[in-house]
Nanobody, 117 residues
Framework: QVQLVESGGGLVQPGGSLRLSCTAS????????MGWFRQAPGNERELVAT???????VYADSVKGRFTISRDNAKNTVYLQMDSLRSEDTAVYYC???????????WGQGIQVTVSS
């Protein structure tokens, strides 16, 4: 059974930082592209960043230069370091995986990030 467990969300002031973590089980972590998506109220779910097992990264334009995605294959964990946070970054953030072998993909339960003064 695949599980993606997110942690690290919460309330932060504009300009602040948070680090999200997602620990995966039930998958061959190194054989999966990992990533983060987010969904704000009234909006569709959108890509934030993805990272391959070889650490090739892709970022949404809106977060380039502010967010950094990384992974630790030994710990089955992907991280999202979020700096210079803005109110428009407020959303539920979802961890994502996609197997490069089968294409099978899935999501975590999501974690709330609120940027507000």
């Amino acid at each position: 059974q695949v599980q993606l467990v997110e942690s690290g969300g919460g309330l932060v002031q504009p300009g602040g930082s948070l680090r999200l973590s997602c620990t995966a089980s039930g998958i061959i972590f190194s054989a999966n592209v990992m990533g983060w998506f987010r969904q704000a109220p009234g909006n569709e779910r959108e890509l934030v960043a993805t990272i391959t097992s070889g650490s090739i990264t892709v970022y949404a334009d809106s977060v380039k230069g502010r967010f950094t995605i990384s992974r630790d294959n030994a710990k089955n964990t992907v991280y999202l370091q979020m700096d210079s946070l803005r109110s428009e970054d407020t959303a539920v953030y979802y961890c994502y995986h996609r197997s490069v072998r089968s294409g099978f993909a899935g999501w975590g339960q999501g974690i709330q990030v609120t940027v507000s003064s």
